[in-house]
């Protein structure tokens, strides 16, 4: 038996705003143990027995994210594949291209589990052995859901209604009075979004109920862009065909309609962290009902959960608050509505507002920038590249740059020149002249990075190398995060 879990990693996680922003997304959110959502999924879904082979499903724009995520747990050795999203199709088409994946490399009746990327279970052992049930019902030509046992009525999941291990129907979210009718008839659960099927099984079914799903996805497949690297491979589906795949969930387009459905009831202390209450119960309270993260004082607060990334926060004379701080947006929210966060997500998105698309800290393939200060001819920047990394080959040409070692060393292209620079010692990049920073060592580089000139705008650059072949970034965006034209 091959088992095949596919991470499916997309969407923005805007109820999680500002720790969550487009470009750096829920997934990738650290918890208090130093994990990311993403990194607690791997590690749980490579313990299921007889895993032949990791693939995630996520976009160009957060390969090297995920890449570095996964690259970061040296306890789980298994071949992982990357398989590229030109633009989000919802999950009918992610599942798709999975299912046809699989098939391609492990076989028709490899078992395919599927994962949304960004949930929490507490309880491993009785995770193991629900997918152990699931597994066992895939193995019989059946598609297996996972039910969650609810523990309140809660409007922000869909729900199961099941008799026995036979679905009835699946329900859209309700509202507050027909959950708690549905918690109190013991026949409804919540849906995880967590399935189980064999890849001939899903492909059979799409191509009953979905056939231009799967036909467009099939396409991209086949006349996508295949590359193979150390112990991992990239798959970048093709955008011609891609986006012409109907954009619907593997609920409306299966799960709704097949007959080979199979409900595993299960209660394995889940959490879909799809709020910042769910993120707070990831935490014990105090005695006076407060959770709390970072540097916070608090007079007379309870009920409330305060999260800070570097600042202190103090609190007087306040009940049941979400407030979260980064470094570059501030969160304050009643706890009773944070699913309207969305509604703030999506008006800073809106009006053009950066700070639903990035954080005052950008994360590239190489590694991050953080924009330190800005004012009228100048723009000062920290930046931190990874050992082995560099920075693409490029040109302005109407700013100046001078980079100053704060720690690490560096390999500099200025010009005609190639520099080695150390601790305390610094370049300085004339405008016109091709340049590019490189890490040739063991340690982080870390340098600060002084930009001067009459015209800083983001549309003065012109790349001539790129070793990442990063075409699937915004072209909002250069390769040090930067907004640009067009």
Known sequence: MKVVPVIISGGAGSRL???????HPKPFLKVADGHSLIQHTVLRVGSIKGVVELVAVTSGEHLFLTKDEFDELDSVVLPRTFLLEPEGRDTAAAVAAAAIHAKATQGPDAILCVFPADHMVGNLPAFLDVMCRAIEHAKLGRIATLGIAPTRPDTAFGYIEADGEEV??????PDLDTAKAYVASKRFFWNAGIFCFSAQTMLDEMASHCPAVIQAVSDSYENG???????F?????????????????????VMEKTNKLAVVACDMDWNDIGSWNAMADLIAPDESGNRIRGDVHMVDTTGSYVSSDKRVIGTVGVSDLVIVDSPDALLVASRDRVQ?????????KAS???????HSTVHRPWGT???????????IKRIEVKPGRQLSLQMHYHRSEHWVVVSGSAKIVNGEQELFLATNESAYIPCGHKHRLENPGRIDLVIIEVQSGDYLGEDDIVRFDDVYGRTQISPAHDEKGQRVAG
């Open 17 to 23: 705003w500002p720790a969550s922003r487009q470009s």
């Open 168 to 173: 009835v129907r699946f329900v859209e979210k």
């Open 225 to 231: 862009r295949f590359s193979q690297g150390e112990g």
């Open 233 to 253: 491979a990239k798959i970048e589906l093709a955008p011609e065909h891609f986006g012409s795949a109907p954009r619907i969930s593997l609920d409306h387009a």
């Open 340 to 348: 309207d966060v969305k509604k703030l997500f999506e008006g800073l």
């Open 352 to 358: 053009g507002h950066e700070a639903h698309l990035v």
């Open 369 to 379: 920038y953080t924009v330190l200060e800005e004012g009228e001819r100048f723009k």
